[in-house]
């Protein structure tokens, strides 16, 4: 009989391709890991790993095990959704995780959403890019909170993933509180700002694709544009007199203090912002109880961010 959880660190080292770097995302020792595919190992009846004193690799019986555990631990997920669906109660752990504005502006609202469930438990952590997308799909995560700059809607209906759409999250202008441009009656002008000294996340960040877009039609990137990763720290450079910036709505959610706010001209680039949960999960009352939860908090999210902009200047 195979172990089920042995065969989950057999896909996951087929993910991470060391017993390292196995142990480090499984928070075992390597030795730990080694020890449980050794076993699994006995319990095929088949060579699994080709071990040098340096390394690790599948062999072709590894391989082929993958690919059945992948569907194994699949169709084990599936039913117990189902048992959970039919017992009715949103219980146990459901582990999240965001990008970091993400995080910030949810973690409030959902924590307080979710808290009429007695039974469960929110765990909440931060990942950047891609990274949530492929945890999610590993199972070492629940739900995955993303970001889209590219426009293209995935197609929420097949594979092992479905996306949910959470909300629009356009980009809005930030300046210091004694910037001319925290004056709600001087007009935006995106070709008089390229000439303004811009705080910009680096070019590896997607928030700096928004940030080309923005400026395409008027002559391209802005003449200055220091460039520092987050968009807290960017804020706080901004409410410090440094430059200004062009960050997401969210980001609002991280404080305000010594910063105005713009909407920019036309329609401006928007990131798209979806959560994504593995097809097999869903109908685990608890993954229920949570999209749910979601879906209220972006549109809070969203009301409180309408709100802040009406108010604050532009």
Not at 83 to 107: K, S
Request: no cysteine; hydrophobic share 45%; glycine share 8%.
């Amino acid at each position: 009989m195979l172990d089920l959880r042995r065969l989950r660190i057999l896909k996951e080292f087929s993910e991470r391709r060391t017993i390292a770097a196995t142990a480090e995302a499984l928070g075992y020792t390597p030795s730990a890991v080694s020890q449980q595919l050794s076993a699994l190992e006995r319990e095929a009846g088949a060579a699994l790993l080709d071990r040098t004193a340096r390394s690790a690799e599948l062999t072709e019986s590894g391989r082929l095990l993958v690919e059945h555990a992948e569907q194994i631990l699949a169709m084990v997920e599936a039913a117990e959704s189902v048992l959970a669906e039919h017992r009715g109660v949103a219980a146990g752990q459901v582990t999240v995780t965001a990008f970091p504005t993400g995080a910030v502006a949810f973690a409030p609202l959902l924590a307080r959403g979710l808290r009429v469930h007695e039974n469960m438990q929110l765990v909440l952590r931060q990942s950047m890019g891609a990274a949530g997308i492929r945890q999610v799909a590993s199972a070492e995560v629940d739900i995955a909170l993303v970001d889209d700059w590219s426009g293209d809607r995935p197609d929420s209906g097949a594979g092992r993933l479905r996306h949910v759409h959470l909300l629009h999250d356009p980009m809005v202008l930030a300046v210091p509180r004694g910037h001319r441009l925290a004056d709600p009656a001087v007009p935006v002008d995106l070709r008089e700002l390229r000439e303004e000294p811009w705080i910009a996340a680096p070019r590896s960040e997607p928030s700096r694709s928004g940030i080309d877009r923005l400026f395409a039609d008027v002559g391209g990137a802005p003449t200055t544009a220091w460039e520092f990763e987050g968009q807290s720290t960017i804020l706080s450079l901004v409410a410090r007199g440094i430059g200004i910036a062009a960050v997401p709505a969210l980001a609002l959610a991280a404080g305000t203090g010594g910063l105005a706010f713009r909407r920019l001209p036309g329609v401006g680039p928007t990131r798209e912002v979806y959560a994504v949960v593995r097809a097999t999960s869903m109908r685990r009352p608890a993954i229920e109880a949570t999209l749910r939860a979601l879906r209220r908090t972006a549109a809070e999210v969203r009301r409180d961010l309408d709100a802040e902009l009406g108010a604050a200047p532009g």
